[in-house]
């Protein structure tokens, strides 16, 4: 697995920061970015970069929501997750954004809107053992179900097998270990 101290692609770009739930993607974003976690929009990150988290989303969300069950309103939240990465795409953004990374629609969806505008997709795959992401859901207080958390784990090894085998509609593919993730200094976009 690579370590890298930055990881560079070409302006206009879509990075998709993908792993299962709890596997550090929100974290590692605040690393790099400075965010706090409470975020109600994406983030600007200089040079036209747009980061998006879906917490930023969950937010947003949150002051309307109320105490409605996650099962209800996480559709609302990824779908808002998913349109505002689009719309930044559309309006000329290169972005880094934060996805669970098990829902291959997804994927071929923003495929094929990179391929639309001419830019691409690329994908940074936080692979870490199912035990260490369900420690991460412990810590930040959000607890998918075992019968959930297994269904992420069973799409996630075959998309991390894909990835090996070059099989995901992407321009490019970087598994990173935690100690890697750990490594990266940062995301840069070349004009």
Known sequence: MPSAVDLRYPAGSLVLLAGLPGAGKSTLLRRLYGLRG????????????LVIDSRQARNWWARYLGPI?????TPL???THVWRIARALLTGHAVVAHTRGTWPHILRGFRWLTGRLGTGVHLILLDVPPRVAREGQYSRGRVLTATTFARHCRR?????????????????????DRAAADDLGG???DG
């Open 38 to 49: 409470d975020e109600t929009r994406p983030v600007p990150a200089g040079d036209g970069v």
């Open 69 to 73: 069950p996650p099962r209800l309103h």
């Open 77 to 79: 939240i990824y779908t």
């Open 156 to 176: 996630w090894e075959g998309l991390v097998d894909r990835a090996r085998e070059g099989g995901l509609p992407a321009a490019s593919i970087t598994v990173l």
């Open 187 to 189: 995301i840069r976009f």
